[in-house]
């Protein structure tokens, strides 16, 4: 594949230039040998892949973690004191997380593997004379292209021939409206993308006309791949729950690791042997770590992703998932995620009265509605022309041909005129095909002694050719004083955004018109029948995800290629309330005026990708959490600099498929809203979920802690805490990760990107459980040495412990209210994996071969009920606490805690 070359500038030069620069003659095209030449020199015309990621390296990056870092030490320690029971149990628990986080990144690739499988696109060529079909992929430069309505354009390329040619570049530029190709030099040298009207780039598709074009650039030299490698420049950004979970790793570590050393000086400084010495550090180690935190927040964010895929979301990266719930700003593209990428005409003038147009899209549904409310009358007169003066066709909803002439089909059939008897009735003998310069296309018809000419147009073009207007009363001249009122109508119009269409007609007689004449009759004389205004319509469902975000405390910004009237009026109909400004506008404030300004702005237009990636990063600077969603290749760098990218699956160019973390298959903003919900509650989740094992481990270091200083012997052993952590935790904690939603939850604000899983005031609150755990584990552990039955002793703490854990689950439910409110029996996995942890705890005491690995024996049913009593004590204190609570507030006003 060829490395970027300098760019010529190609719209510049002439046709016969452009065909001596690229060494070709564009009536036979490259020879077949030149050609693989060529081919062998620039490579294959397709965009430079990121290698993927080999499984071994994915694999290795699940151990790339703080708290793993961690354990695998104690498993080393372990060895080296020559415990390898120990040492492979924190193993296996190591391996175990690896292998899982490595099966649920497989199966994320795996799902966007299938949503990407496409055929491979061809081009028509001609070479040695001959018109062939090739593979895009063997396209070089200097091969001569055809193109026709509906092709997709496969490299970038210098247009030497254009008949009525129109090109929808939206994918590329942002433009809703196809835009009108010629084959005249573009004088200005710097000329933007979508002013080169003398060329064509890969990607973006033909909707009208035909051509031949000369390839000017392959592959990655393309515009398209400029923006593919801007793309994987883009760096990859660590989700806010990477980032606080790196934190608290740290943070745990830290204490861990002076908890841990104390305690082993002190072990030595009792005169402890050096390997009893480090068995109790390796338990504090254990004891101080959460180690299924990791498996469990990978459990819980695939089973959201999961969850996702079933709503049409296919998520890439495992923790993007809950990025989203923490999103500040949505970042979206307009054509085609805001917009229905489908041009409607949407209000016309007729007859001197306005009509407005319910419906959206090619489909004929939809009613025409006078806005005084008066008697729709025949419309004919303004909608044959519409109809007529027309090269597009719809199918079943879909359109074949230009998007702006769908419109106006769409409009015809929503208003009774049926296009196909229509054009029996009058068939078309002639037409003037649009042409840049006219701004005008005629088409004429056979109508029995007559002819009738149909003209559709710019307004400000066909004014000048009209000599009268269809009025109230019939056909009226066309004075200054109608042709004033006419501007007014048509500036009224253009300022909410509407792209203004004239229609005309004129009858002619039959016997002075000659179809076979290359003299076609003047189009002047023409009478106006109205002007019809079109736009790209807002998605029916952005409206109400939009009302949404604002109540979820998300902002919505528009970024886009659109002009800033259109991007406007598309903004304010979607409820979007504040300035807009243009990409220049943008180039002119430096860092510092940006990010003043940059808050008040709701519209971003004429925007180049470059802007769209600043953009992005001011927003970050300011301290959101970014989104930016879209499908077209303009969106791919900005996707990938976000905090997190939202790529549409249907309509979605492959180069921003790749730069996302999420995938839309159904291409619906809508669908943003519920990945925020889906993202909010798994955040909520998983602070449940730590709330309940960090109070296991201040319990168990407390524990051990607390045992050491009296002089005791060790309630615990590693195997016992990795029980506790991994076993009789996980499945707990894993349950707290399908809990449904919180009522209310996207009526809350979005967290604050730098706020912590754990506040002071949960760090409390996680202290007095802990404490209340240390306490009765110890309690216990005591009373049953006095029986003089260490294993008895041992048995008994472990098991309280564990049941401690049964009960603390329902504190780490609810934070606030009440563990035995109405969603106490709401989740069902909890109730299961409760179940099976005590099972799995009278195994494990009354089994022999389990007896022999943790290091238990035989509880009797008075031990059992003192176990299940002190427990309890955890669940019981936090309800009165919370009971007083809600007293005070309710005596008081909302004062307390």
């Given at each position: 594949?060829?490395?970027?070359?300098?760019?010529?500038?190609?719209?510049?030069?002439?046709?016969?230039?452009?065909?001596?620069?690229?060494?070709?003659?564009?009536?036979?095209?490259?020879?077949?040998?030149?050609?693989?030449?060529?081919?062998?020199?620039?490579?294959?015309?397709?965009?430079?892949?990121?290698?993927?990621?080999?499984?071994?390296?994915?694999?290795?990056?699940?151990?790339?973690?703080?708290?793993?870092?961690?354990?695998?030490?104690?498993?080393?320690?372990?060895?080296?004191?020559?415990?390898?029971?120990?040492?492979?149990?924190?193993?296996?628990?190591?391996?175990?997380?690896?292998?899982?986080?490595?099966?649920?990144?497989?199966?994320?690739?795996?799902?966007?593997?299938?949503?990407?499988?496409?055929?491979?696109?061809?081009?028509?060529?001609?070479?040695?004379?001959?018109?062939?079909?090739?593979?895009?992929?063997?396209?070089?430069?200097?091969?001569?292209?055809?193109?026709?309505?509906?092709d997709k354009v496969p490299a970038d390329g210098r247009l030497i021939e254009a008949h009525s040619l129109a090109i929808d570049e939206s994918a590329l530029t942002g433009e809703s409206g196809a835009v009108g190709k010629h084959v005249d030099a573009v004088s200005d040298l710097a000329a933007p993308l979508a002013e080169r009207t003398d060329m064509a780039f890969m990607n973006t598709v033909v909707t009208r006309g035909r051509a031949s074009m000369l390839v000017?650039?392959?592959?990655?030299?393309?515009?398209?791949?400029?923006?593919?490698?801007?793309?994987?420049?883009?760096?990859?950004?660590?989700?806010?729950?990477?980032?606080?979970?790196?934190?608290?790793?740290?943070?745990?570590?830290?204490?861990?690791?002076?908890?841990?050393?104390?305690?082993?000086?002190?072990?030595?400084?009792?005169?402890?042997?050096?390997?009893?010495?480090?068995?109790?550090?390796?338990?504090?180690?254990?004891?101080?770590?959460?180690?299924?935190?990791?498996?469990?927040?990978?459990?819980?964010?695939?089973?959201?992703?999961?969850?996702?895929?079933?709503?049409?979301?296919?998520?890439?990266?495992?923790?993007?998932?809950?990025?989203?719930?923490?999103?500040?700003?949505?970042?979206?593209?307009?054509?085609?995620?805001?917009?229905?990428?489908?041009?409607?005409?949407?209000?016309?003038?007729?007859?001197?009265?306005?009509?407005?147009?319910?419906?959206?899209?090619?489909?004929?549904?939809?009613?025409?509605?006078?806005?005084?409310?008066?008697?729709?009358?025949?419309?004919?007169?303004?909608?044959?022309?519409?109809?007529?003066?027309?090269?597009?066709?719809?199918?079943?909803?879909?359109?074949?041909?230009?998007?702006?002439?769908?419109?106006?089909?769409?409009?015809?059939?929503?208003?009774?005129?049926?296009?196909?008897?229509?054009?029996?009735?009058?068939?078309?003998?002639?037409?003037?095909?649009?042409?840049?310069?006219?701004?005008?296309?005629?088409?004429?018809?056979?109508?029995?002694?007559?002819?009738?000419?149909?003209?559709?147009?710019?307004?400000?073009?066909?004014?000048?050719?009209?000599?009268?207007?269809?009025?109230?009363?019939?056909?009226?001249?066309?004075?200054?004083?109608?042709?004033?009122?006419?501007?007014?109508?048509?500036?009224?119009?253009?300022?909410?955004?509407?792209?203004?269409?004239?229609?005309?007609?004129?009858?002619?007689?039959?016997?002075?018109?000659?179809?076979?004449?290359?003299?076609?009759?003047?189009?002047?004389?023409?009478?106006?029948?109205?002007?019809?205004?079109?736009?790209?319509?807002?998605?029916?469902?952005?409206?109400?995800?939009?009302?949404?975000?604002?109540?979820?405390?998300?902002?919505?910004?528009?970024?886009?290629?659109?002009?800033?009237?259109?991007?406007?009026?598309?903004?304010?109909?979607?409820?979007?309330?504040?300035?807009?400004?243009?990409?220049?506008?943008?180039?002119?404030?430096?860092?510092?005026?940006?990010?003043?300004?940059?808050?008040?702005?709701?519209?971003?237009?004429?925007?180049?990708?470059?802007?769209?990636?600043?953009?992005?990063?001011?927003?970050?600077?300011?301290?959101?959490?970014?989104?930016?969603?879209?499908?077209?290749?303009?969106?791919?760098?900005?996707?990938?600099?976000?905090?997190?990218?939202?790529?549409?699956?249907?309509?979605?160019?492959?180069?921003?498929?790749?730069?996302?973390?999420m995938v839309l298959t159904d291409d619906n903003f809508a669908s943003i809203v519920r990945a925020v919900k889906e993202g909010r509650t798994i955040y909520d989740n998983i602070v449940k979920f730590v709330r309940f094992q960090l109070g296991t481990n201040m319990g168990a270091l407390g524990t051990v802690l607390g045992a050491s200083l009296l002089g005791w012997p060790v309630p615990f052993n590693p195997i016992q805490i990795l029980w506790v952590n991994m076993?009789?935790?996980?499945?707990?904690?894993?349950?707290?990760?399908?809990?449904?939603?919180?009522?209310?939850?996207?009526?809350?604000?979005?967290?604050?990107?730098?706020?912590?899983?754990?506040?002071?005031?949960?760090?409390?609150?996680?202290?007095?459980?802990?404490?209340?755990?240390?306490?009765?584990?110890?309690?216990?552990?005591?009373?049953?040495?006095?029986?003089?039955?260490?294993?008895?002793?041992?048995?008994?703490?472990?098991?309280?412990?564990?049941?401690?854990?049964?009960?603390?689950?329902?504190?780490?439910?609810?934070?606030?209210?009440?563990?035995?409110?109405?969603?106490?029996?709401?989740?069902?996995?909890?109730?299961?994996?409760?179940?099976?942890?005590?099972?799995?705890?009278?195994?494990?005491?009354?089994?022999?071969?389990?007896?022999?690995?943790?290091?238990?024996?035989?509880?009797?049913?008075?031990?059992?009920?003192?176990?299940?009593?002190?427990?309890?004590?955890?669940?019981?204190?936090?309800?009165?606490?919370?009971?007083?609570?809600?007293?005070?507030?309710?005596?008081?006003?909302?004062?307390?805690?």
């Amino acid at each position: 594949m060829s490395s970027r070359n300098p760019v010529k500038p190609w719209h510049s030069l002439a046709p016969d230039k452009v065909a001596s620069e690229l060494t070709v003659d564009p009536a036979r095209g490259l020879p077949v040998d030149e050609a693989q030449s060529r081919l062998a020199a620039h490579g294959p015309n397709r965009l430079a892949e990121k290698p993927p990621r080999p499984a071994w390296r994915k694999f290795v990056d699940q151990f790339r973690t703080v708290l793993i870092g961690i354990l695998v030490v104690a498993a080393g320690l372990a060895f080296l004191i020559g415990d390898v029971k120990d040492m492979t149990v924190i193993l296996i628990v190591v391996v175990f997380n690896a292998v899982l986080g490595f099966y649920q990144e497989q199966r994320a690739e795996q799902s966007l593997a299938a949503l990407k499988q496409m055929l491979a696109l061809k081009a028509r060529v001609r070479r040695d004379g001959h018109k062939l079909e090739i593979p895009a992929e063997d396209l070089v430069p200097g091969d001569l292209v055809l193109l026709e309505a509906g092709d997709k354009v496969p490299a970038d390329g210098r247009l030497i021939e254009a008949h009525s040619l129109a090109i929808d570049e939206s994918a590329l530029t942002g433009e809703s409206g196809a835009v009108g190709k010629h084959v005249d030099a573009v004088s200005d040298l710097a000329a933007p993308l979508a002013e080169r009207t003398d060329m064509a780039f890969m990607n973006t598709v033909v909707t009208r006309g035909r051509a031949s074009m000369l390839v000017t650039a392959t592959g990655m030299d393309t515009e398209m791949g400029r923006i593919a490698g801007m793309m994987q420049e883009a760096p990859e950004s660590a989700t806010p729950l990477q980032r606080q979970l790196d934190r608290l790793g740290k943070r745990l570590a830290l204490i861990a690791g002076i908890v841990v050393g104390l305690i082993f000086l002190l072990a030595l400084y009792q005169g402890e042997p050096l390997a009893h010495a480090a068995l109790t550090a390796i338990t504090l180690a254990v004891a101080a770590i959460p180690e299924g935190l990791p498996a469990v927040v990978t459990v819980t964010l695939a089973l959201g992703m999961r969850r996702m895929a079933g709503q049409r979301a296919i998520v890439k990266r495992l923790a993007a998932v809950e990025t989203l719930g923490c999103t500040t700003v949505i970042c979206s593209d307009k054509t085609g995620t805001l917009t229905l990428n489908q041009m409607t005409a949407r209000a016309f003038l007729h007859g001197g009265r306005r009509y407005a147009v319910s419906g959206e899209g090619y489909a004929a549904e939809g009613e025409v509605r006078a806005e005084d409310g008066g008697v729709v009358p025949d419309l004919s007169a303004l909608l044959l022309p519409a109809a007529l003066c027309n090269d597009s066709r719809i199918s079943d909803g879909q359109l074949i041909g230009d998007p702006t002439e769908g419109a106006l089909a769409a409009l015809a059939a929503k208003g009774g005129v049926d296009a196909r008897a229509a054009a029996d009735h009058l068939p078309r003998i002639a037409e003037i095909p649009f042409d840049s310069a006219n701004k005008f296309m005629a088409t004429f018809h056979q109508d029995g002694d007559h002819i009738r000419m149909f003209v559709k147009g710019a307004p400000d073009v066909l004014l000048a050719r009209c000599a009268a207007v269809s009025g109230e009363a019939g056909e009226q001249p066309l004075d200054d004083g109608a042709r004033e009122d006419l501007i007014r109508r048509n500036e009224a119009m253009a300022s909410r955004g509407l792209r203004v269409l004239a229609m005309a007609s004129r009858t002619l007689p039959a016997g002075n018109f000659d179809p076979a004449s290359e003299q076609m009759p003047q189009v002047t004389d023409l009478t106006l029948q109205g002007l019809v205004g079109i736009m790209d319509p807002p998605r029916p469902e952005a409206r109400e995800a939009i009302a949404l975000c604002r109540s979820a405390g998300i902002e919505v910004r528009m970024i886009t290629g659109d002009h800033k009237a259109t991007a406007a009026a598309i903004a304010r109909e979607l409820g979007l309330a504040g300035e807009a400004l243009e990409g220049r506008e943008l180039d002119g404030l430096d860092e510092a005026e940006l990010a003043r300004r940059i808050e008040g702005v709701v519209v971003f237009a004429r925007v180049a990708p470059e802007h769209k990636v600043r953009l992005v990063q001011a927003l970050k600077r300011e301290g959101h959490v970014v989104a930016m969603t879209g499908d077209g290749v303009n969106d791919a760098p900005a996707l990938k600099s976000a905090d997190i990218g939202v790529a549409m699956g249907i309509t979605g160019t492959e180069v921003s498929k790749e730069a996302a973390a999420m995938v839309l298959t159904d291409d619906n903003f809508a669908s943003i809203v519920r990945a925020v919900k889906e993202g909010r509650t798994i955040y909520d989740n998983i602070v449940k979920f730590v709330r309940f094992q960090l109070g296991t481990n201040m319990g168990a270091l407390g524990t051990v802690l607390g045992a050491s200083l009296l002089g005791w012997p060790v309630p615990f052993n590693p195997i016992q805490i990795l029980w506790v952590n991994m076993i009789m935790d996980g499945p707990p904690a894993m349950a707290l990760g399908v809990d449904p939603a919180r009522h209310g939850i996207m009526d809350e604000p979005p967290r604050q990107p730098k706020a912590e899983i754990l506040t002071w005031r949960r760090l409390a609150t996680l202290a007095a459980f802990g404490s209340t755990m240390t306490l009765g584990t110890l309690a216990v552990f005591w009373h049953g040495l006095q029986s003089g039955n260490q294993a008895r002793a041992i048995t008994l703490a472990f098991t309280t412990f564990v049941l401690f854990q049964f009960f603390n689950v329902f504190n780490a439910r609810a934070e606030t209210g009440s563990a035995f409110a109405q969603h106490l029996f709401g989740n069902r996995m909890l109730w299961l994996a409760l179940a099976a942890v005590l099972a799995l705890q009278i195994v494990v005491v009354h089994w022999e071969p389990a007896q022999a690995i943790f290091g238990t024996t035989a509880l009797g049913l008075a031990d059992w009920g003192v176990a299940t009593a002190v427990a309890s004590s955890v669940l019981l204190l936090e309800e009165a606490r919370k009971l007083a609570n809600r007293i005070f507030r309710r005596m008081f006003g909302n004062a307390g805690a």
